[in-house]
């Protein structure tokens, strides 16, 4: 198994550029979330899903959309790239709330 | 909403020494919780979880943890710092009443390990 498998691992964008951030689980798990890493403030949940076709705001969801077609895949999409969403990006999956959640090894994104 | 309190952002120790991390929640009911450990340049890797089984909770890497509802605390504990365990560490907490499965973390607490 290859667990959570997040593509890029590094990437560097200009302002107002946009991309999609992939994430895949081949877990069978029905739950996945994307969270934001920034020093001193722990992870934020940017968006989650409960299922394939079901996905719900998190804690810091503005200027991030995602969708959630499949069991398996659960990308992460910027807009318009912004300076302040320079950060680390984790996507995890679970397969309930008793668990506690895989985390793929990250994205570190820069915006220029 | 649940919100988890880490206290301390550095703690630094000596090999040998006991490893006392602290962690705080906020609910009225008592959540699941978990202790996840990130090393540079990883992701997060579940270092143990609460689920209302047994109080006292056993993880790898000698890791432990004791929930204790009257402090509202699930505080980390290891006997003998190593120095691979030098990370930093993470307490998050999923909410048992709402839908789905929302993780919480606390901002962290940096163990340096010191020879």
Not at chain 1, 93 to 102: E, I, K, L, M
Not at chain 2, 31 to 56: D, E, I, M, R
Request: neutral net charge; charged residues 15%; contains cysteine.
């Amino acid at each position: 198994n290859a667990g959570v498998t997040q593509t890029p691992k590094f990437q560097v964008l200009k302002t107002g550029q946009s991309m999609t951030l992939q994430c895949a689980q081949d877990m069978n798990h029905e739950y996945m979330s994307w969270y934001r890493q920034d020093p001193g403030m722990g992870l934020r949940l940017i968006h989650y899903s409960v299922g394939a076709g079901i996905t719900d705001q998190g804690e810091v969801p503005n200027g991030y959309n995602v969708s959630r077609s499949t069991t398996e895949d659960f990308p992460l999409r910027l807009l318009s790239a912004a300076p302040s969403q320079t950060s680390v990006y984790f996507c995890a999956s679970s397969s309930d709330r008793v668990n506690g959640y895989t985390f793929g090894s990250g994205t570190r994104l820069t915006v220029v | 909403a649940q919100s988890v309190t880490q206290l301390g952002s550095h703690v630094s120790v000596s090999e040998g020494a006991l490893v006392l991390l602290r962690c705080n929640y906020s609910s009225s009911v008592p959540p699941y919780l978990f202790w996840y450990v990130q090393y540079p340049n990883q992701g997060l890797q579940l270092l143990l979880k609460y689920t209302s089984a047994a109080t006292l909770v056993k993880g790898i890497n000698g890791f432990e943890a004791e929930f204790k509802k009257s402090e509202t605390s699930f505080h980390l504990t290891k006997p003998s710092a190593h120095m691979s365990d030098a990370a930093e560490y993470f307490c998050a907490v999923s909410d048992r009443e709402t839908s789905g499965s929302r993780l919480t973390f606390g901002e962290g607490t940096q163990l340096t390990v010191n020879p």
